[in-house]
């Protein structure tokens, strides 16, 4: 209590305006306790030694009494309605998700038929958070035409896992505009041979890095007969 006095009256004597360290200070009672007074907040106030000492019984003006408490009391006014303007902003943010949310899965919907599970809708609100409305929208649709399946049960839930992923993917491509380009060709290896896609990826991103420009990366992939040709090749450029 006695510290929260000092805190409220900034460390300062409320008789005569001197303030820690330069003078020791204490709480005294506004009305005092030989009167009646209580040990409530209200009737606790900051004071030096000096006014206390010289003070003894004596209490102060009444309007001063009275404007203490008013600036408490509009304070402590302050913070409620500050705190319900914060609930409020918080319940308006929670209500955005949840619309968010709902917006995306009636996307998926439509295209596979199936809803999110509860914490589905909880993955999907983090990737909002994290990524933004737009970019997990352009991600839900790109996972559908990549690995949503009419025919194949499993592919709805397959989808939905490389939401995600691709999430990752786009931001890390934003961040780098090279990986575009980088995925881009190892899409080519893919379609015309057997590639070890996480070792191709890390060749690609090694080259690159290298000096490697993007139109001799995507030559070496359109002329390389097999994986094994296509490795010692790379190999050769970083090495």
């Not at 303007?85 to 949310?101: P, T």
Request: one cysteine or more; proline letters at 2%.
């Amino acid at each position: 209590m006695r510290f929260e006095v000092f805190k409220r009256d900034a460390f300062t004597c409320q008789y005569c305006g001197r303030s820690a360290p330069d003078v020791v200070l204490n709480v005294d009672h506004i009305n005092p306790v030989a009167k009646g007074g209580g040990a409530d907040i209200l009737n606790l106030i900051t004071a030096c030694v000096d006014c206390n000492q010289g003070k003894r019984d004596r209490t102060i003006d009444d309007r001063s009494i009275l404007e203490k408490q008013k600036k408490q009391l509009a304070e402590l006014s302050e913070r409620r309605e500050q705190l319900k303007l914060m609930v409020k902003w918080r319940d308006e943010l929670l209500k955005l998700e949840n619309i968010q949310v709902d917006e995306i899965e009636k996307i998926f919907s439509e295209t596979t038929n199936r809803t999110f599970t509860p914490s589905g809708k909880k993955t999907i609100g983090k990737l909002i958070k994290k990524y933004g409305f737009s970019e997990v929208m352009e991600s839900v649709s790109a996972s559908l035409n990549n690995y949503f399946k009419a025919d194949d049960d499993s592919s709805a839930g397959k989808a939905f896992d490389y939401i995600g992923r691709i999430c990752a993917c786009r931001q890390k491509e934003t961040d780098s505009p090279h990986l575009k380009e980088l995925y881009y060709i190892r899409g080519i290896v893919r379609n015309r041979m057997y590639c070890n896609e996480p070792v191709c990826l890390d060749l690609l991103k090694k080259t690159f890095d290298a000096g490697c420009s993007i139109e001799l990366l995507k030559d070496v992939a359109v002329r390389a007969k097999n994986w094994t040709e296509y490795k010692d090749l790379m190999e050769d450029l970083v090495f």
